[in-house]
Nanobody, 122 residues
Framework: QLQASGGGLVQAGGSLRLSCAGS????????VAWFRQAPGKERELVAV???????RYADSAKGRFTVSRDNANLTAYLQMNSLKPEDTAVYYC??????????????????WGQGTQVTVSS
């Protein structure tokens, strides 16, 4: 089970930190990702972190977002800085038992959190 939290309303240029708490499965051994879905749009990968800390980012997130994980506390984070109105979406964390060299897709991930709303006002 995954529990996402930390969303909210923030002005453009502001920051938020999302948290994803894991339980019920070997979190330490899993790839963890953050996806987002804006109204009328497909769910898109924002950032992903492997079990040993390798990270990848969508082009839209590079330089502004940082994904990290604390395996001791079974938690992953997404630090979002310099937020833009176009970052407004529901953000989901997800866990997968695989890590791929290709860009990972939503259907690679078997476990999903419930989503947390991020709204960035202009």
């Amino acid at each position: 089970q995954l529990q996402a939290s930390g969303g909210g309303l923030v002005q453009a240029g502001g920051s938020l930190r999302l948290s994803c708490a894991g339980s019920g499965h070997p979190f330490r051994s899993y790839t963890v990702a953050w996806f987002r879905q804006a109204p009328g749009k497909e769910r898109e990968l924002v950032a992903v972190i492997s079990l040993n800390g390798i990270t990848r980012y969508a082009d839209s997130a590079k330089g502004r977002f940082t994904v990290s994980r604390d395996n001791a506390n079974l938690t992953a984070y997404l630090q979002m800085n310099s937020l833009k109105p176009e970052d407004t979406a529901v953000y989901y964390c997800a866990a997968a038992s695989i890590w791929t060299m290709r860009t990972m897709r939503a259907n690679d991930f078997a476990s999903w959190g419930q989503g947390t709303q991020v709204t960035v006002s202009s």
